[in-house]
């Protein structure tokens, strides 16, 4: 497969306003697609198989929802700069995220660990939770090179809370991190994975734009549900077994999220799992999201772990698109509004 960045072979126009100011996003992925020998994928011109069809599943295909005008200018500069064959086409596009829980003062090494590697990621910070927070200034530091999304306000089970207390504590952790980071909070991540269908409307109806998950062994793109991404994750730095993921897929009912599991990991070694999936996302297009709890790295002495994944994440960095997980939510929620121009 040959990697491309299309910024060295040609100028891309705007995107309609159509987008919404999302514009610039798009352009960013636009640059970043892959071409892909139709010999090897049968994930062309924006087709899927009808195997994924059927599931409901079809491949995210940027160029299926560009204007025509802009895809046939885009492939013929392309393909008459590099000598491609008319056959190649424009497949999946691949992102690298990563998310981290609880806002631990330990944060910021990971956030440093990130840095090194030219990785991004999305800190969801609540103002109180029982393993400590970051003070006010800390966060600021964090805020001011990662994106920092809401955990509830006191770090609680929202289904544990009756509906007006848990409106409170979804309305209250976006304004809280936006009065103390001075920027916008787009993103919402319930403690524990625990929400139901009101708590997705409650948090659309607050204004954020995504909701992440614990949702594991995944490498599947956002969807929208009520009005908002819902987003899934691969691979948390944490070592659990085979009946951890087992659970974590019957909760959800993404058996085929166990399927994955067994295919990738099946060695409690989530080093391994991750490197697989990785390879798997940047072969394949896909989001790749590893996440986790920086006091949990810090108790189950898994930092070196992290170290060697994070490494590896970094070696496509030229490759693929590392962005924080509202990046990922609003470029893959663009194509839906230009679908409908």
């Known amino acids: 497969m040959q990697a491309l960045n299309l910024d060295s072979v040609c100028k891309l126009p705007d995107w309609p306003a159509a987008l919404n100011g999302r514009s610039e996003c798009r352009t960013e992925v ?75 003062p330990l944060d910021l090494r990971v956030a440093e660990m990130l840095a090194k590697y030219n990785l991004q990621g999305t800190f969801y910070v609540p103002k109180h939770a029982k393993t400590r927070t970051m003070n006010s200034g800390q966060l600021r530091a964090l805020a001011s090179g990662f994106e920092i999304g809401a955990h509830t306000l006191n770090h609680v089970k929202l289904t544990s809370l009756a509906n007006p207390h848990a409106r409170d ?20 991540c319930p ?21 992440r998950t614990v949702e594991m062994a995944s490498l599947s793109y956002p969807h929208p549900l009520s009005g908002i991404s819902i987003m899934p994750t691969s691979v948390q730095a944490h070592p659990h077994g085979i009946a951890g993921y087992f659970r974590n897929a019957v909760r959800r009912a993404a058996f085929r999220n166990f399927w994955s599991y067994i295919s990738h ?51 496509y960095t030229s490759r693929v698109l590392c962005v924080d997980n509202f990046k990922v939510c609003s470029t893959i929620a663009a194509p839906l509004v230009m679908g409908k121009t």
């Open 30 to 104: 636009i640059t970043h697609l892959r071409l892909r020998d139709p010999a090897e994928s049968s994930c062309i011109q924006g087709s899927a198989t009808e195997e994924e069809n059927a599931q409901g599943n079809e491949p995210f295909v940027l160029m299926k929802f560009a204007p025509p005008a802009f895809v046939s200018g885009v492939l013929r500069n392309v393909k008459g700069t590099l000598g491609l064959r008319e056959e190649f086409q424009v497949s999946t596009c691949t992102f690298l995220t990563t998310s981290w829980d609880d806002g631990h």
């Open 169 to 188: 504590e979804i309305i209250s952790s976006k304004n809280w991190i936006e009065y103390e980071t001075g920027t916008p909070c787009r993103m919402f």
């Open 191 to 211: 403690p524990s994975g625990r929400f139901s269908a009101v708590h997705v409307k409650m948090a659309r109806d607050a204004g954020f734009s995504g909701l």
């Open 265 to 315: 990991g099946r060695s409690g070694d989530w080093t391994s799992m991750a490197c697989s999936l990785l390879d798997s996302a940047i072969r394949n297009g896909g989001t790749f999201h590893l996440w986790g709890h920086s006091w949990e790295l810090e108790e189950q002495e898994q930092w070196q772990r992290l170290e060697l994944v994070l490494k590896e994440m970094g070696n």
